[in-house]
């Protein structure tokens, strides 16, 4: 290789040959180690810290619930005609988030990417914590949250059926069933690493007692032999195979809530493709956020290399695009249907009052990601970090500019209103992270949050042809 | 246990399930007793597992269930409920009851019926069988009800010592009062008093007079017709001005006048309204405004100009001149037009109208303008020969005259000088009503004894010894005559909530000078009296007791009696006056309150938060000002004027209103309360302070001066300022096909032009069939004035709440019904398209496809309706209205708002038990009133015929002065609402949308001559 290298004179990948998935050829012991580590080393103090600021917000979150609970939805800044505002923004941004994960575990599984084993687990526990979070917004964003029961169809003697018409019934089916499927998929794979640390727990004192415990109990009796493996790998394979169609789904039914109202701007038929596009855009955007710096903090940068990073911003080069492209098709298609009511609404979005916010998401979600046409650019990792940002915060937005731009101002120009969110819209908003935060960061310190056996998979001595004792450099 | 019983003895009967079971083979005898044959073990048992058996398990959980049971209290506390011992015999519980009586604003009188649940009143409709109302009612007198149930009504008498207030008795009271009036010796006593509209409170008052020498009336209206009347008597003798027969005009030239809103009364409305139907036979009428702000009398003209209000007399002369076809080179059109940039196209227009349609045209001057106007607008109407236009027979009466300014200046100059020794206020706050430079509240505190008998603590109250609470008129006896050969009935609906007394009762026990005179029959048996009296002069053939039943079941009596006609006009009167020259400074135009009135309505909730018909804001009152002024000023909405007339000053919000002349600033009457309970104590300004009691000859026009003022001020509205520079943003309502507009000209030529034309919808799927009645509504866009009785007869009739200032800014009122206002045109010439708009009952209704739970859903006759209880609050139904007139209760409003003065008891018995009262968290809308479709169906069963359409009539038709709102079968081909749907000018608001709304709107006519 170094010959080639010579002869090429070119910095720059070699395409010769499969890149490693795991740099720095580590052994099997090694991987466990590593990954191991956080869990049964004692947390440090920046954990802590950081737990105790993610718990803070939560805290608020879970207060700002509580007095739109006891008070009413009034003390948001909802009204009429703006019925739904950030509640709703903030849900369809969360279970947007949440569509990483079961892309990079399910999708790319089924493609066989290899890379993708060294941030599955993340992603999945992260799709786990943002349906959690985004969940809550819809069941206490209504009226009478006292009520979800109304919500499923369950035989009573009052003999009112739910309304299977209603986008939203469809939410309840798509969103419960992408979380109860994606909790499947990840406890699944999470059954040998249990058994993992379930080995690895030889303390005598009561902590190590309890881990051991809840491990055991977690790890459902696994004892690595080959008939639990070949079970694994079928159910791990089935329910990949369960969970690709709803990747798609979810946002898809989501977006059903605008597109099959009559709305200007909500009424169009690409928002299914364009939400789901924009849902996997913010998602990588969030893995690739919090993941540079678990990477770092836990020493794993040969396990999630710089070039997984970098399939994950190409991802997001191209889910960006996608979504611009959508924007655009947005305005010709409302050009193109004559309909002037449509038109007002595209045309208001960009240069009426709410301009600034649609700006912010034309900046941040389709100029940013245009920087990772550069090499460079896409494999430094301060760049990226502060990229990734950028984007959520466009997708935040984009589903803010639809929401509200809509609402605002649609058919009788004597019901247009203005909306104005409260202190508790922002706490819900700010709390939401907090909550995720919590969530991913207890994750973090009581679970593997890389794949242990998957990771080991890809490693060049799990090749069959592998010869022991050769190969390292 | 039970296996070893039955292991050991055979079964008494052979029932066998298979070969080997009948044969007996041991296996299967055996395996019979074992469910899971194979590998289960047999000595499962569970009470060995187990101490409490399978009973006692039962016992327990139906005892844990009991007591959670127990444990459980009732959601919100429901009151006790106490049944009837012994049942009142007229009252079935569940069936209203109707009174006819009447009700009074200061200085209006509308006859009623009173609808009763239970013994309380909670309705108030217009008396069908009244000739001239006709059953509608306006919005004042609909929410006057609020005033009986008002938490904060004086309860019981009150004893002041400078502004602060102990309970007191009326016994304590009456005999002061007594003491003080038999102690009179020189002094004067003083009954001030809002107009008397009651010949028999006329006795009382006179009888009290004749009882105490030195005691005198002095009657009053804060917004009276005295600058009209005085000029009728000049230029046509008679009293008072006779009103208009608006219904047989063809021209009517408004100068300065809102006679369609805050002037107009039920009458005026009804009457235009019926030159401007589609499906009459007359033709319409034609209006021109002349007008400086912008009114709803402006915004319904086919023409309107604007002018100065000051500058109206030189307009008026001159029109006078163009129509006697003199010259005067001072008064000439052109010149006026010249001067002030009116159009001189359509002066020619108005004038060649005029001249055209002589007994038919009418040129009306507004109640603000001075003497000198009315005067040279009579001369007009006597040129024109429109003399017949005027409804003597209707001509008010006066049963105590107004008084002159002079008397007051007199009984004030008295007052501080310590020669009266008692006031009485009866039901009037003049201290918040007069000018201060008149000085009454100062001079109050020189009399000896001050006594307000009122039902709301007020200004006057605040400086008064005693304050005495009397009846409100649900409550009261009494007599009203406000026009010729009318006589109303008042008559009590219920007993007195508080210890009130009837205001003519207190002074007939002060008559008597004995406090212990006074019982509840005091007065009745006094008006019985008088209307003994009455009886013979009718020369009726039936005895009196007869008579006075069926007085009180009609709530009225007529009889002929005679009216002057209208006298030769008088020239001379033209010659006499005093001509009046516009300035060219500032003007401030003090106008009336449209929504609380003289003031009296600042503590009704429904009226505050009624949106102003002209500029949609709630709870305020404002600088209304041109966008010339404005930008002249450097003022923006919401910033503050300070506006100076002499050494008068107030400073105002600011409103750019569309439309105002410039060099104006509108500014209505009535807010600026000081002491009107939570409700309505310091709601907007008291431009008042402006008046002067010495400018009597132009009491509402000020030449003022006006700078900016540091701070600002929310204005709250309904409808987002409309702004005329985005072109994207002009004529929305045209270009969407909201509103559909046509002019009348052409209607009148060939229907067909004013035909709606809109695409060919297509349904793909098959509609559904609606067999039997089908509701649907029609509204006549010409009828409606935009007046907004409706509205306030919807929240009446449905238990609509009050949702308060802050959160109709937060854009959530709850109001079921909205009057919408489209501009065209520029800021400063707009034309203005109004629209009533509430819930369409679509037959593809947008709402119904998205409620996850089915909480609204289609009703087998075509009602798009509401289960509050299944709702859950996701507001997607909202959402997808295109009409957005779905309506969420982001709260639970009686809690929140204004303290939760509104969840107080007394004010509960207010809701129509027939309508649910919304919790938090529920979408409400228009249910066209289905609690009356129900329990008109509920008659036609118990009388075993058919529902008819007609049958039902909705709250918001029932008041609509100009029968704008039309209800009904659309199934049935003979129906009203079917001629609608049908007729040429009949549209659908957004009918492309495909909603297939059930709510016909027919085209705004302009009868412009283009």
């Known amino acids: 290789m170094q010959v080639a290298n010579k002869t090429n004179a070119v910095e720059g990948p070699d395409f010769s040959k499969e890149t490693p998935v795991v740099l720095s050829s580590p052994s099997f012991h090694d991987i466990t180690e590593v990954i191991s580590r956080p869990i049964e080393s004692k947390a440090g103090m920046k954990w802590y810290i950081a737990l105790a600021v993610a718990v803070s917000l939560f805290m608020l979150e879970i207060f700002c619930w509580g007095i739109s609970f006891y008070y009413g939805t009034g003390m ?43 941030i599955a687990r993340f992603a999945e526990g992260m ?5 959690m979070t985004a969940g809550l917004f819809p069941l206490f964003h209504t009226g009478r949250p006292w009520l979800p029961l109304y919500l499923f169809p369950y035989p009573n003697k009052h003999a009112v059926w739910t309304n299977f018409l209603s986008p939203l019934l469809w939410d309840v089916f798509a969103v419960s069933t992408y979380f109860t ?49 070949r079970h694994y790998e079928r159910v791990y394979l089935i329910l990949a195979g369960v969970s690709t169609p709803l990747v798609l789904s979810v946002h898809t039914i989501v977006s059903f809530d605008f597109a099959v109202a009559g709305l200007p701007g909500w009424h169009t038929t690409i928002f299914p493709p364009y939400f789901v596009a924009g849902a996997i855009f ?30 994950m911003n190409k991802i997001i080069l191209l889910t960006g695009t996608l979504v611009g492209y959508a924007y655009g098709m947005e305005f010709f298609i409302a050009w193109y249907s004559g309909n002037i009511v449509e038109q007002f609404a595209f045309i208001n979005r960009a240069f009426g009052p709410y301009a600034w916010a649609y700006w912010i998401m034309i900046s941040c979600n389709v100029i940013t990601p245009q920087i990772f046409w550069f090499r460079n650019l896409r494999r430094s990792v301060p760049i990226m970090f502060i990229a990734s940002i950028f984007v959520n915060i466009g997708m935040w937005f984009e589903r803010y500019v639809i929401t509200v731009t809509t609402l605002v101002r649609d058919f009788l120009p004597s019901s247009w209103g203005w909306y104005n969110p409260t202190l508790v819209d922002f706490g819900l908003l700010i709390g939401s992270f907090g909550m995720f935060f919590t969530l991913t960061l207890l994750f973090v310190k009581f679970m593997p949050v890389v794949a242990i056996s998957e990771v080991k998979g890809v490693l060049a001595q799990a090749k069959p042809h592998h010869h022991h004792g050769g190969g390292h450099e | 246990m039970d296996n070893n019983l039955q292991q050991t003895q055979p079964p008494a009967t052979q029932y066998w399930k298979s070969l080997e079971e009948l044969a007996g083979d041991p296996a299967v005898l055996a395996g019979k007793q074992h469910e899971f044959q194979a590998g289960v073990t047999d000595d499962f048992d569970p009470q060995a597992m187990s101490g409490i058996s399978r009973r006692k398990f039962l016992a327990v959980l139906g005892a844990s269930a009991a007591f959670t049971l127990a444990s459980c209290k009732a959601y919100r506390d429901q009151g006790k409920i106490v049944p009837y011992n012994k049942k009142p015999e007229e009252i079935l519980p569940g069936t209203p009851n109707y009174y006819a009586s009447t009700v009074t604003t200061h200085g209006e ?25 006709q059953g509608k009612i306006s919005s004042h007198f609909q929410a006057s009800i609020m005033a009986l149930y008002n938490p904060e009504r004086v309860a019981s008498p009150l004893k002041g010592e400078g502004g602060n207030f102990s309970p007191a008795t009326w016994q304590e009271a009456d005999t002061e009062i007594i003491a003080a009036l038999k102690a009179l010796g020189g002094k004067k006593a003083a009954l001030v008093v809002n107009r008397v509209m009651s010949p028999t409170t006329r006795q009382v008052l006179d009888s009290l007079m004749a009882a105490y020498p030195g005691t005198s009336v002095y009657s009053y209206t804060l917004y009276n017709e005295s600058a009209r009347d005085s000029a009728w008597k000049k230029t046509h003798g008679g009293n008072a001005c006779p009103p208009i027969k608006w219904h047989e005009a063809d021209v009517v030239v408004a100068l300065e006048s809102d006679f369609l809103g805050a002037e107009g009364d039920i009458e005026t409305e009804m009457r235009y309204a019926q030159r401007r139907d589609v499906m009459g036979d007359k033709p319409f009428n034609r209006l021109y405004a002349v007008e400086g702000p912008m009114s709803l009398t402006g915004m319904n003209a086919d023409y309107r100009l604007r002018l100065r209000p000051d500058a109206q007399f030189e307009f008026a002369m001159s029109l006078l001149n163009e129509i006697k076809g003199a010259s005067d080179a001072e008064y000439s059109l052109s010149s006026v037009a010249k001067k002030h940039g009116l159009s001189e196209s359509v002066l020619k227009l108005l004038v060649g109208d005029l001249k055209a349609n002589k007994g038919k045209a009418l040129v009306y001057a507004g109640s603000r303008l001075p003497e000198a106007v009315h005067v040279v607008a009579n001369a007009i109407n006597d040129a024109l020969g429109s003399t017949g236009l005027y409804h003597t027979a209707e001509t008010p ?42 000085g009454y509240a100062e001079a109050l505190g020189k009399v000896g004894l001050v006594v307000s008998l009122t039902k709301e603590h007020h200004e006057t109250a605040q400086n008064s010894k005693y304050v ?33 007394r009837q205001q003519e009762a207190a002074l007939l026990t002060w008559i008597k000078g004995d406090s212990a005179a006074h019982n509840e029959k005091l007065y009745y048996d006094y008006l019985v009296g008088a209307w003994k009296q009455l009886h013979p002069k009718l020369n009726l053939l039936v005895d009196f ?115 105002t002349v410039d060099k104006v600033i509108a500014v209505e009457l009535g807010y600026g309360r000081e002491h009107a309970g939570t409700i309505g104590t310091k709601v907007g300004v008291n431009a008042g302070v402006l008046r002067s009691h010495k400018q009597q000859d132009n009491p509402w026009l000020y030449a003022a001066t006006a700078v900016k003022a540091s701070g600002r001020h929310h204005l709250v509205t309904t409808q987002t300022h409309h702004d005329f520079n985005i072109p994207r943003e002009q004529d929305l309502h045209l270009k969407r096909k909201i509103i559909h507009e046509a002019s009348y000209q052409e209607y009148a030529k060939d229907p067909n032009s004013a035909a709606f034309h809109g695409h060919h919808l297509v349904n793909i799927t098959k509609m559904r069939e609606y067999e039997g009645v089908k509701w649907a509504m029609a509204i006549d866009a010409n009828k409606c004035t935009g007046c907004g009785s409706c509205v306030i007869a919807c929240n009446l009739e449905n238990n609509v709440p009050i949702v308060g200032p802050e959160q109709v800014d937060r854009g959530r009122e709850m109001q079921w019904m909205r009057i919408d206002r489209y501009y065209s045109g520029t800021a400063d010439e707009p034309v203005v398209s109004q629209q009533v708009m509430l819930c369409q009952h679509c037959d593809n209704a947008p709402c119904e496809v998205v409620c996850p739970v089915n909480a609204t859903n289609h009703s087998p006759d075509g009602l798009n309706q509401m289960a509050y209880n299944r709702c859950v609050g996701t507001r997607y139904c909202s959402n997808n209205c295109p009409y957005k007139v779905r309506r969420f209760n982001f709260f639970d409003y009686r809690d929140r708002f204004a303290k939760a003065l509104y969840r107080k008891d007394v004010h509960q018995l207010i809701h129509n038990p027939e309508v649910t009262v919304r919790s938090r968290g529920v979408m409400e809308k228009c249910t066209f009133c289905v609690q009356r479709i129900m329990y008109a169906r509920q008659e036609a069963i118990k009388a075993k015929r058919d529902l008819k359409g007609s049958d039902v009539v909705v709250a918001c038709q029932e008041v609509c002065p100009s029968d704008a709102i039309i209800f009904g079968d659309a199934n049935d081909p003979e129906s009203k609402v079917s001629q609608y749907r049908k007729h040429v000018t009949g549209y659908h608001v957004l009918e492309e949308f495909n909603a297939r709304p059930n709510v016909t709107y027919v085209a705004t006519l302009r009868n412009t001559h283009a």
């Open chain 1, 76 to 118: 948001w800044g909802n009204n009429i005609p703006v019925a739904w505002a950030f509640p709703i923004v903030n849900f369809v941004f969360w279970i947007g988030i949440g569509h990483a994960g079961t892309l990079i575990s399910a999708i790319l599984f089924l493609f066989r990417q290899k890379w993708r084993n060294g």
């Open chain 2, 397 to 438: 009466v006066e049963h105590i005259p107004a008084a002159t300014p002079e008397q007051w200046d007199a009984l004030v100059s008295d007052m501080k000088a310590g020669n009266v020794g008692v006031v009485v206020h009866l039901d009037s706050n003049p201290v918040y009503h007069f000018p201060a430079d008149l």
């Open chain 1, 282 to 311: 913010s998602g990588f955007a969030m893995v690739v956020t919090v993941l540079v710096f678990i990477r770092y903090i836990f020493d794993m940068e040969h396990i999630i290399t710089i070039d997984t990073l970098e399939k």
């Open chain 1, 127 to 131: 799709t786990i914590f943002a349906v």
């Open chain 2, 545 to 659: 007791q007869t008579f006075w039943n069926s007085a009180l079941h009609d709530g009225f009596v007529t009889y002929s009696e005679s009216t002057p006609g209208v006298g030769a006009f008088k020239g001379a009167a033209l010659s006499g006056l005093k001509a009046i020259k516009p300035g060219s400074d500032m003007l401030v135009v003090l106008q009336r309150g449209f929504n609380v009135g003289d003031g009296q309505f600042a503590d009704n909730g429904w009226l505050q938060e009624f949106p102003h018909p002209v500029t949609k804001v709630v709870w305020d009152n404002y600088a209304a000002i041109s966008p010339a002024t404005a930008k002249e000023l450097g003022l923006r909405n919401d910033d503050q004027v300070e506006v100076t007339v002499g050494d008068r000053k107030v400073v105002l919000p600011v409103f750019i209103q569309p439309g």
């Open chain 2, 109 to 133: 009188a509308c006859s009623v019926l009173i609808r009763t649940r239970e013994g309380r009143p909670v309705y108030l409709k217009g008396n069908p069988d009244h000739p001239v109302t």
């Open chain 1, 181 to 229: 499927v994606s909790l499947c998929f990840w406890y699944v794979g999470l059954i040998p690493d249990f058994a993992t640390l379930r080995d690895r727990t030889l303390g005598k004192d009561f902590i190590s007692k309890v881990r051991k415990t809840v491990y055991s109990v977690l790890s459902l009796g696994w004892r690595f032999s080959n008939r639990h493996w």
């Open chain 2, 468 to 500: 005495l609470p009397i009846h409100h008129d649900l409550e009261s006896w009494n007599d009203y005559k406000v026009r010729p050969g009318i006589q109303l009935l008042q008559q009590p609906v219920i007993q007195p909530l508080h210890d009130s």
